[in-house]
């Protein structure tokens, strides 16, 4: 005959194993629900710590965007996600694609950032988190870790969410290879 204790932990065991298995539909992320690839990009248009104040999806036609959402500026995985894009930008010029990173913080540390890291591509400020929202990338107060290919007539077509930052951009520069030889 069982004990009630070991019943009872045997019962709590396999209700945490059941409680761990992923139940959630294929386009949903940690951030939310996510758009759906080969549909059209969600619209947008933010705050910029450079050129003229504002930048829209729109501002991309005819060009291959990559957007990633990151936490937050100045941490240690943001930095590093940031440097590598940074670091391979001419091979996205190269591939006519343009690079946007999008987080919470505002204008003004998104300047600081870029000038304590040398960026040398636009990042938006998402403040009340509407645009990370539209990505599935929002997760109370900051964006979570999330990328997006869009192509230049403004269509998703691949989506990353789980991303190591010291990697990601080679990640990003090897599926944007495969998406404009399939063109």
């Known amino acids: ?37 080969n549909q059209p990009a969600p619209q947008f248009t933010l705050p910029t710590n450079s050129g003229g104040g504002q930048v829209s999806l729109s501002d991309y036609r005819g060009k291959w965007l990559v957007v990633y959402f990151y936490p937050k500026d100045f941490t240690s995985g943001c930095t590093i996600e940031a ?69 230049p007539k403004g269509i998703l077509r691949a989506t990353f969410v789980k991303i190591n930052p010291a990697i990601h951009s080679q990640e990003v520069l090897a599926k944007l290879g495969e998406l404009q030889a399939q063109r």
Request: proline fraction near 4%; include cysteine; charged fraction near 20%.
């Open 1 to 37: 005959m069982l004990s009630r204790r070991y019943f009872f932990s045997t019962f709590v065991a396999i209700c945490l194993v059941v409680l761990s298995f992923n139940f959630a539909a294929p386009a949903a992320a940690l951030g939310g629900k996510l758009p759906q690839v």
């Open 83 to 151: 440097r590598r894009f940074q670091q391979d930008l001419p091979k996205y010029l190269a591939k006519n694609a343009r690079i946007i990173g999008i987080s919470a913080d505002d204008v003004n540390s998104h300047a600081e950032f870029c000038d304590s890291e040398g960026l040398k591509f636009p990042l938006l400020a998402d403040t009340d988190g509407k645009v990370s929202k539209a990505y599935g990338s929002w997760m109370s107060f900051i964006s979570a870790r999330h990328s997006f290919i869009i192509d």
